[in-house]
């Protein structure tokens, strides 16, 4: 099953696809897509859509999309924005059919680490074990995104059984 999670932002959008079979599961590939804050914000949404059709283009078969829920910000303007983007992924997600699941920022973290309490370098570095990479994905964008695809993928198998 190929799972793509997406840590929603308006400057950077993590993605990260992965592939969960028998056995640990393989990271097929995560980084995030960055907008100019030269733009404006109706052309930085237009460029993560655009972005966005282009990497579902380019993975292929995905069976799940798993995308992070906001929590609320202190910064009222950066939620604003974070939650327009993040219209912007759920729709470009729609569009192409893919059965979607928003997942809150604690159930990410408690399926990454064990704790809903982690912290960023403690999901980068669990990614970085559960993946067998050299290094922790980098910028943490990337890797809360591979955290995301985890999470949704294990409630998506969880569902899948529950409907048999």
């Known amino acids: 099953m190929r799972v793509l999670g997406i ?8 993605f990260g696809l ?4 028998p056995g ?12 100019s804050r030269e733009l404006s914000t109706a052309e930085r949404l237009a460029e993560l859509y655009t972005d966005l059709s282009a990497l579902l283009i380019k993975f292929g078969k995905i069976d799940v999309a798993g995308v992070e829920e906001l929590f609320f910000a202190k910064n009222v303007t950066t939620a604003f924005l974070v939650g327009q983007a993040r219209g912007v992924i759920l729709l470009c997600l729609a569009e192409s059919k893919l059965p979607i699941i928003e997942i809150k920022p604690v159930e990410v973290k408690q399926a990454m ?3 809903g309490n982690a912290d960023k370098k403690e999901v980068q570095k669990m990614v970085q074990l559960n993946f067998g990479l050299s ?3 980098q910028p943490d964008d990337a890797a809360d995104a591979v955290a995301v695809a985890v ?10 059984q529950q409907n048999y």
């Open 135 to 137: 290094e922790p994905p």
């Open 7 to 14: 840590d929603p932002g308006i400057d950077l959008m993590g």
């Open 18 to 21: 992965i592939e969960i079979g």
């Open 113 to 115: 680490t064990g704790s």
């Open 151 to 160: 999470a949704a993928g294990a409630m998506y198998k969880r569902n899948q």
């Open 24 to 35: 640990r599961p393989e990271l097929i590939e995560c980084g995030v897509v960055r907008t």
